[in-house]
Structures are given as structure tokens and as C-alpha cells.
């Protein structure tokens, strides 16, 4: 049992640190790039790893990032167009690692 919770918390934070990666890159607001703390956007970070297990295409990453941005921020900021291509580039970081199916 201790083998199986040490296995899902590793593949979480796998997940965390690569959302944590695309989220800090794509950095929406340039927060990030004007002096924010590194730990800006943890709380939207953790939100989106929680929908991973829905996330099956680059469409279906940019909507978690959508609704996720849009309720801590600017509804209208944050489309699934403005989305797009952090969307594809989580999906495709993700599958890559092995961490979605």
C-alpha cells in the first residue's frame, strides 16, 4: 500500500511540475516576467492538475486552463482561443511523460 501512495505522489508532482512549467512560461498577465514571486499562479496550478485526468486532447487542456484562469481572474480574458496554445503545449508536455492516457 505504502508502494502505491509514494507512486501517486511522485506521478502528482510529476503533473505539478510540468503544469507548473507551461503555466510560469506562458505567464498571462507577464507577472512572472515583472517580478512576481515564482509561486504567482500555485493556486491555478493545482486547479488544473485536479482536471488532468479529464484532459484527453489540446482542446480539452486549453478548456481546464480557461475555466481555471477565468474564475481567479478576468472571465473574458481568458478563452478558449487565448487558451490554445498553452492548451496544446500541456497536452503534448503531459502525454510526452507518460502522465495522461
Known sequence: M???NAAGR???QQMWDVT???V???DPYGLLTNGA???EFDHEISSVVAQIPRIRSG???ALAL???FSSSFEPGQFTLETCADAGEK???ALSQRGLIT
Open 2 to 4: 505504502g508502494d502505491r
Open 66 to 68: 480557461s475555466r481555471v
Open 20 to 22: 507548473a512549467d507551461i
Open 37 to 39: 514571486p515564482s509561486d
Open 59 to 61: 482542446k480539452d487542456a
Open 90 to 92: 500541456l497536452f503534448s
Open 24 to 26: 510560469r512560461t506562458w
Open 10 to 12: 511522485d506521478k502528482y
